[in-house]
């Protein structure tokens, strides 16, 4: 079976010429969740529509993304007590992981970032007055006094530590079923990555870091985090753990295992690149 061409275009406004006809990808957001095909039968998972009119659906904002394959991609939220067919449900955009490929899980994302943005920012954070949207840009400009509101992004680094074989992996306060995860946290302004990295650790764990190494990096919409991973090499101190946002904090080895994050997560996959280097599959969801 050939694959789907998913080469995605990013974009602010439709070509309606060029698109005529077509039908579009439509990720829709109620309450925080995505529409999605109740029942998987052979078709996307993701309504394809030519509008959500087609549905009898009013959205409370949309956005034009771009192009997918050549087919045009909106993202909409509906009021929470919209109703939609039968055919359709909602789920967490966590739960879409692993019932689409990773570029329309992707997509999805963006799509729940630009809808968040476009609800945060309906008003000129300087003078209150209404935005517009800018022409030919992903921005919202105030007609009032000028100010141009880009999109939010949130960087945050995350950091696997590594002591020998041993690898530093942290219960956060927050966690209830026990997993261990990895240290991060957000970029502070004035601030660059590897200092970030340095006083994350520090502040979390209470060690001295050296030897820093790219690993990747991943969008993560819960709102709206740049994750920006990286494997570093202890270099000194003793684990102490600050007890408020960390609960513990140990050296594990890639065959002594906790409960770990999942794998729609780039904690995981940093966590399976380093058991891999040890000859370890991890058996975790
Ligand atoms: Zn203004």
């Known amino acids: 079976m050939p ?43 993701i309504p394809r529509l030519g509008d959500l009119a087609d549905l009898a659906l009013e959205p409370v904002r949309s956005s034009f993304l771009g192009h997918l394959g050549g087919a045009q991609v909106y993202a909409a939220e509906l009021r ?18 692993g019932l689409v490929d990773d570029q329309i899980f992707a997509l999805a994302g963006r799509a729940s970032q630009i809808l968040e943005w476009e609800r945060n920012h309906q008003y000129c954070g300087r003078c209150g007055t209404p935005t517009e949207q800018a022409p030919g840009e992903r921005a919202k400009r105030c007609p009032a006094c000028g100010l141009l509101s880009f999109p939010r992004l949130s960087p945050a680094v995350i950091v696997l530590v590594e002591r020998g074989d041993d690898v530093l992996l942290a219960r956060h ?9 990895l240290l991060a946290g957000f970029v ?30 991943q969008p993560w919409p819960f709102p709206h985090q740049l994750m920006i991973g990286f494997t570093v090499q202890y270099a000194r101190g003793d684990v102490r753990v600050d007890g408020e946002e960390i609960a513990d904090a140990r050296w594990f080895t890639a065959r002594s295992m906790p409960k770990v994050p999942p794998r729609l997560s780039i904690a995981r996959r940093l966590i399976d690149a380093y058991a891999a280097k040890h000859g370890v599959t991890i058996d975790q969801p």
């Open 188 to 217: 502070e302004p004035g601030e660059s990555i590897e200092e970030a990295i340095h006083r994350e650790i520090r502040e979390e764990a209470g060690i001295e870091v050296d030897r820093l190494t790219y690993f990747g990096s």
């Open 173 to 181: 306060t927050r966690t209830t079923d026990g997993m261990y995860a």
């Open 3 to 45: 694959q789907p061409d998913h080469t995605f275009v990013a974009g602010v406004a439709p070509n309606d010429q060029l698109d005529a006809g077509r039908t579009a990808w439509w990720f829709v957001f109620r309450g925080g969740e995505i529409m999605i095909h109740a029942e998987r039968a052979g078709g996307s998972v």
């Open 80 to 97: 929470d007590e919209a109703a939609v067919p039968d055919s359709l449900s909602f789920r967490g955009l966590r739960a879409l992981y």
